[in-house]
């Protein structure tokens, strides 16, 4: 019996090639999508959740955005707090590395002795409280010691730090996982070492606050309910950012919650995501899931009709309702799985994109082969079906037997349910495609929007070379053909410089700072309005809002700092620099002349107009490697920067974009299948209806005009919908756009175009058809 319906079924499927196609594609693509997005969600929801300690892991940050201390309030923490059991200091530096086997420029973890106690990263070789425990000390990555050693075994090997330290390696462990919030660095060495790195006093000094810290409380102790106890020592130590009003608050973020906290460090690189934004991955998931259902099923319920009579057949032939129900949703279980297999090779083909709009790694190949994700995806897959099936099965098993015989069998179900089905699907596309348009022209307008400084034509390269070095590199970068003017600043618009936080005049002020050299401003085309100082070493330039703050003396130009007793003068004010994203507002910046000695972050080179560009730069990176010996270091166009700023709103445009397809591409297929249902409960009348003269474009005009007032029910209930999630989202961004009507009413207009298109199909062989094929049995 089961067999025999297999042979039926096929053979419906058969005859009904074009039905079969769309059914089995659309499922497939919705499947895949579904499939990548699901890996990506539960991904992104498992960070850092394999930590034996998790639960006993915070983060100490001033409130749920900013988490940068002193490196000193670590100690004292820990010294007053007997609820601590350890704490661990990160911070992300680009060094050089060098072992016997070569060199390389790279980011570097530098952590302090407790690091692997606290967080579960698995060691090859080395115990977790010694491979960190002596000053000189240094981890490395399996991929890291299989690059640089070969098969050597790297366990007491040397390690040299930019060219300067030498270190031991203590310990290899695995890969940093890519679930974790700490980024994947491939060296890890003992924070002690940021001494000789950074300089100075830095291990000790309460005056830069740029370190992240983690604490491991004791078991059962409550550490979140300290943060009083914290703030009181932390003004009892007169620490400026407390004493001084720069913050007000300390907080400490559970470990599993930082991810998702926003939370923003200086240098120790931890990985953040929206939260909102994966659930809105996970909204547009069940949504896609969800039309792929009502899709099948209107495609199922429009082939009712043919259906119908082998249902009513079988029950002549003995078989009863739940027989009938049964097959039918095996049916759809069977075509399900179908689908999905055929999906599952388009997600392959598809994860490279995924991975790359997404910034991650879904190892779909990887995730299959873990046997309980495995029997979820089927168990998954298996209740689609049911559901996918049950709606049809259900409307096809009532047909009546007496029908068939009488050759008057009818489909007699509801045009509500179908038009409730439709018009969701309606919403969700014209929702979907609507905030695709408005994220795409945010990105567009940010990408495009006047910054206050030039950035074509501009190679920033990262400095390696010692301060007297820099007037010889300069005469031979400034003797390449294409090369017309060269910088050497600590600082600027690309990457942000300092930032100098102080008091003036009773409030609290914080500036940016850029230490610059005259060729700056001309290679940034940054305008200055003169106040009539000569520039010189006790001289700043401010914008206008540093100026607005600071208040000087309107003939002098003079500020007199309250810290220390100094005065400088304001040689000038430049325009409203963005030295940050859109994502934030621009704030004061201060520049001041790098004096000699001062150590240039970066090498600025202006290419002339008109020169090859990526010639230029080449032969621009090949002078420099020549004299600086060799030294890795890494080189990008200032307008890349610039592009890198929005590539979170550009990948995400470009998976909306992917999903308003999908989505478009499946209601279409199920307003073609409607359009069949709809023209076939209309056969006897349009038949009617052209026996008394109705015209051809009369017939067209009445089935059009049915869908057409599906489309403006959907696009009145859409339009609210997404002009608040639009609202919403924009209130993020300082700089933004207005949500203009003629968006929505261009997406409006686009659904009605392609939808009429797609119907007119089905209408025009309607209205063209010989009324007397379908009047005939009346």
């Known amino acids: 019996m089961w067999l025999t319906n297999l042979k039926t079924y096929r053979k419906f499927l058969g005859n009904n090639k074009f039905f079969t196609l769309v059914t089995i594609m659309g499922f497939a693509i919705s499947l895949m999508f579904v499939l990548l997005l699901s890996i990506y969600v539960k991904q992104e929801l498992s960070i850092d959740q394999f930590h034996k300690n998790k639960d006993r892991i915070f983060l100490l940050a001033q409130t749920k955005e900013k988490a940068n201390f002193a490196n000193p309030a670590a100690d004292l923490i820990k010294d007053n707090l007997p609820e601590v059991e350890s704490f661990t200091r990160l911070v992300g530096r680009n060094v050089t590395i060098e072992t016997p086997n070569g060199k390389v420029n790279m980011e570097t973890l530098f952590a302090d002795s407790a690091f692997f106690n606290m967080f579960s990263f698995p060691l090859v070789e080395g115990e977790p409280s010694k491979v960190l425990a002596t000053k000189k000390s240094a981890v490395v990555t399996e991929s890291f010691a299989k690059k ?9 090997k040397p390690l040299n730090l930019d060219d300067s330290t030498s270190l031991t390696i203590t310990g290899i462990m695995k890969d940093f996982p890519k679930n974790s919030q700490i980024p994947q660095n491939e060296v890890v060495v003992n924070y002690q ?41 932390f003004h009892k130590s007169s620490y400026w950012m407390y004493t001084q009003g720069f913050a007000k608050e300390v907080t400490f973020i559970p470990l599993t919650e930082v991810y998702f906290s926003g939370v923003h460090t200086n240098f120790s690189g931890i990985r953040t995501n929206s939260k909102t934004l994966v659930s809105i991955y996970l909204t547009i998931t069940i949504l896609i899931l969800v039309v792929a259902i009502l899709n099948y099923i209107n495609l199922s319920v429009s082939q009712a009709g043919k259906r119908g009579k082998e249902a009513a057949m079988k029950k002549l032939l003995g078989c009863d309702k739940k027989g009938i129900i049964v097959q039918f949703v095996s049916e759809s279980v069977i ?4 689908s999905f297999f055929i999906g599952l090779f388009l997600a392959f083909l598809a994860e490279p994109f995924f991975n790359d709009v997404l910034s991650t790694d879904l190892g779909l190949g990887q995730q299959l082969q873990n046997i309980p994700f495995s029997l979820l995806v089927i168990a998954s897959i298996f209740i689609i079906g049911l559901i996918s099936g049950l709606i049809p099965a259900m409307i096809v098993s009532k047909f009546q037997p007496i029908e068939v015989v009488k050759g008057t069998y009818m489909l007699k179900v509801k045009s509500v349910y179908s038009k409730i089905l439709i018009s969701f699907q309606y919403i969700v596309a014209i929702a979907l495609l609507t905030c695709s348009a408005f994220i795409i022209k945010q990105t567009f307008f940010m990408k495009n929007y006047d910054l206050g400084f030039n950035k074509d034509n501009i190679l920033k390269l990262d400095n390696t070379i010692e301060p007297e070095r820099i007037p010889a590199l300069r005469s031979l970068l400034e003797g390449i053909a294409g090369v017309d003017k060269v910088s050497f600043p600590s600082g600027s618009p690309l990457d942000g410089g300092n930032n100098n936080s102080f008091s003036y005049k009773g409030q609290s002020l914080s500036f940016q ?34 100026y607005d703050a600071l208040q000087p003396d309107s003939i002098s130009h003079t500020v007199n700092f309250e810290e220390g007793g100094n005065s400088v003068q304001i040689a000038g004010i430049t325009n409203d620099i963005h030295f940050r994203s859109l994502h934030t507002e621009t704030g004061p910046l201060m520049l001041n002349l790098r004096q000699d000695g001062w150590w240039p972050w970066s090498i600025i080179v202006k290419i002339k107009t008109g020169a090859d560009l990526f010639k230029t730069a080449d032969e621009i990176k090949q002078v420099y490697s020549e004299f600086n010996g060799g030294i890795p270091f890494d080189a990008k166009f200032a307008d890349d920067t610039v592009q890198e700023w929005y590539t979170k709103e550009e990948k995400t445009s470009k998976i909306l974009i992917a999903f308003t397809i999908l989505t478009f591409v499946i209601l279409l297929m199920g307003i073609l299948a409607m359009s069949l249902y709809y023209v076939r409960q209309k056969e006897k009348e349009i038949g009617i209806r052209k026996v008394n003269g109705a015209t051809e474009k ?30 919403q989202w924009l209130e993020n961004y300082p700089y933004r756009i207005s949500l203009s009507w003629w968006v929505f009413a261009l997406t409006g207009l686009l659904v009605v175009v392609l939808s009429v298109a797609s119907i007119s199909v089905q209408s ?8 007397i094929d379908s009047i005939k049995s009346e």
């Not at 070492?193 to 983690?214: A, H, P, Q, R, V």
């Not at 075509?335 to 179908?338: A, E, P």
């Not at 059009?704 to 609202?727: D, H, L, S």
């Open 698 to 727: 009369e017939i067209m005009a009445m089935l059009n005009m049915n869908f057409i007032r599906w489309i403006v029910m959907a696009f009145v209930i859409a339009v609210p919908i997404a002009y608040y999630i639009m609202q």
């Open 764 to 771: 025009w062989r309607a209205a063209s058809a010989n009324p």
């Open 193 to 233: 070492m940021i001494e000789k790195n950074w300089g100075g006093d830095i291990l000790t000094t309460w005056n830069n606050s740029s370190f992240t810290m983690y604490f491991m409380a004791k078991e059962g102790a409550d550490l979140e309910a300290k943060t009083p106890q914290i703030l009181e020592l």
């Open 335 to 338: 075509m399900t799985f179908v």
């Open 148 to 156: 640089m050693f070969q098969d050597e075994d790297p366990i007491g």
């Open 513 to 546: 700072t850029f230490s610059v050299d005259t060729a700056f401003f001309e290679i940034f085309d940054i305008k200055i309005k003169p106040t009539g100082i000569t520039p010189s070493n006790n001289t700043v330039w401010v914008n206008q809002k540093g």
